[in-house]
């Protein structure tokens, strides 16, 4: 069976039509493409993409895939929806404000979700925080979003407020998350074993980084 080849790294401006067509399918159009470019050009905000080159395989070992999708419909759609050299899957990016790490953007593409890539995404953040010495980590997510609420308090995120119809498409509320102690030594244990969870969760779907 072959594997995809996952790489985590830094926005680049030639991913940026890329990056806004993903933010479009995600979150409707959250920003613009000058949105994203203002991004790349702070030295506050800490912009990462995930994504797969095509061509670059490995021999693995078959694995039992779940939620009604087979190895096989993953291989076509990549092979089928190429939207660059290098197929951008998600994105994130965080806010270095004194000691915060403000996370505005997780997203991963329709089409790979619930195969632990946005876990792979937090992951690198908050290990991207830690290592800028930042305390900790706060977000805002849909309480409807039981999915992104389970993935945050995997990383060990609590309720911190409610920020009243945050959200301009539904007019729904939008909790606030805070992760506290990232600079702290166990939490480099909490960042350790998330990643073995999503080493395994990704190689199901033959994954690979």
């Not at 509320?173 to 805070?178: F, P, R, T, V």
């Amino acid at each position: 069976m072959a594997v995809n080849l996952l790489q985590l790294n830094p926005l680049s401006v030639e991913q940026l039509n890329a990056a806004v067509e993903l933010d479009r399918l995600c979150f409707g159009g959250l920003w613009t493409r000058d949105g994203y470019q203002r991004e790349l050009e702070s030295p506050n905000s800490h912009l990462i993409v995930l994504e797969t080159v095509p061509g670059d395989r490995v021999s693995g070992c078959p694995n039992q895939l779940s939620d009604g999708l087979t190895q096989n419909s993953v291989k076509e759609s990549l092979t089928t929806n190429p939207t660059s050299p290098n197929i951008l899957l998600g994105l994130g990016c965080f806010w270095s404000i004194l000691e915060e790490a403000h996370i505005t953007i997780l997203a991963v593409h329709p089409n790979y979700q619930r195969q632990g890539l946005g876990k792979l995404l937090l992951y690198a953040l908050l290990r991207d925080a830690r290592m800028r010495n930042l305390e900790w980590a706060t977000l805002e997510v849909k309480p409807s979003n039981q999915a992104a609420l389970s993935l945050y308090h995997k990383f060990g995120f609590t309720e911190a407020g409610c920020r009243r119809k945050y959200y301009q498409d539904t007019g729904e509320d939008a909790l606030i998350l805070w992760r506290g102690g990232i600079s702290k030594p166990e939490f480099e244990e909490t960042l350790s074993n998330c990643f073995q969870e999503v080493e395994h969760r990704l190689a199901r779907w033959g994954w690979k980084l």
